[in-house]
T-cell receptor, first 116, second 113 residues
Framework: AQKVTQAQTEISVVEKEDVTLDCVYETRDTTYYLFWYKQPPSGELVFLIRRNSFDEQNEISGRYSWNFQKSTSSFNFTITASQVVDSAVYFCALSEAGTGRRALTFGSGTRLQVQP | DSGVTQTPKHLITATGQRVTLRCSPRSGDLSVYWYQQSLDQGLQFLIQYYNGEERAKGNILERFSAQQFPDLHSELNLSSLELGDSALYFC????????????FGQGTRLTVV
């Protein structure tokens, strides 16, 4: 069965520090998709990125970057030069494309606090 | 703004009651998903509809039901409510049957007293 593990429950950093949020997943499907969502204090879930299992290229979007490694079943998220506005709960999620479930399976989330 | 609209934003009701949560997906999206976020269980998938038909079921209780109407909006019905049903209920929509980006509404916070 599919599973997503975010071992870091809470991380606290000081503004301008870099921070990496870890995500490890389990699936039997060979075709799957990985996602990151941000949940700020206001509560909504904001889509950040989707990667498919055939594309292991790392991606950078501004201060955000993602490192996908199939060999270790990890999809880690790094925020460079963190800002107070980055304070939120971040969720990693998995969706299977084969006969598995296509709805999102979420990790338990990592709460990031960025102190000024 | 994700384009997904959920109403109401907040709901307080008593145990044993029934409530209906409503979701309007993004324009053009055919899939609607319902998720529950609680402190105990985290974010859990409940049910998915695609173009009016039930597509997949997750950890949805028998007391809960949903439907998607011809105009593609969806409703989640929660009945015989218990204290443990207090949670944030999210609706998400996506273009196809799955695996594309799912965009979430702002959620309905349900409090059962």
């Amino acid at each position: 069965a599919q599973k997503v593990t975010q071992a870091q429950t809470e991380i606290s950093v000081v503004e301008k520090e870099d921070v990496t949020l870890d995500c490890v997943y389990e699936t039997r499907d060979t075709t799957y998709y990985l996602f990151w969502y941000k949940q700020p204090p206001s509560g909504e879930l904001v889509f950040l990125i989707r990667r498919n299992s055939f594309d292991e290229q790392n991606e950078i979007s501004g201060r955000y970057s993602w490192n996908f490694q199939k060999s270790t079943s990890s999809f880690n998220f790094t925020i460079t030069a963190s800002q107070v506005v980055d304070s939120a709960v971040y969720f990693c999620a998995l969706s299977e494309a084969g006969t598995g479930r296509r709805a999102l399976t979420f990790g338990s989330g990592t709460r990031l606090q960025v102190q000024p | 703004d994700s384009g997904v609209t959920q109403t109401p934003k907040h709901l307080i009701t008593a145990t044993g009651q029934r409530v209906t949560l409503r979701c309007s997906p993004r324009s053009g999206d055919l899939s609607v998903y319902w998720y529950q976020q609680s402190l105990d269980q985290g974010l859990q998938f409940l049910i998915q509809y695609y173009n009016g038909e039930e597509r997949a079921k997750g950890n949805i209780l028998e007391r809960f039901s949903a439907q998607q109407f011809p105009d593609l909006h969806s409703e989640l019905n929660l009945s015989s409510l218990e204290l443990g049903d207090s949670a944030l209920y999210f609706c998400a929509s996506s273009e196809g049957r799955g695996n594309t980006e799912a965009f979430f509404g702002q959620g309905t916070r349900l409090t059962v007293v």
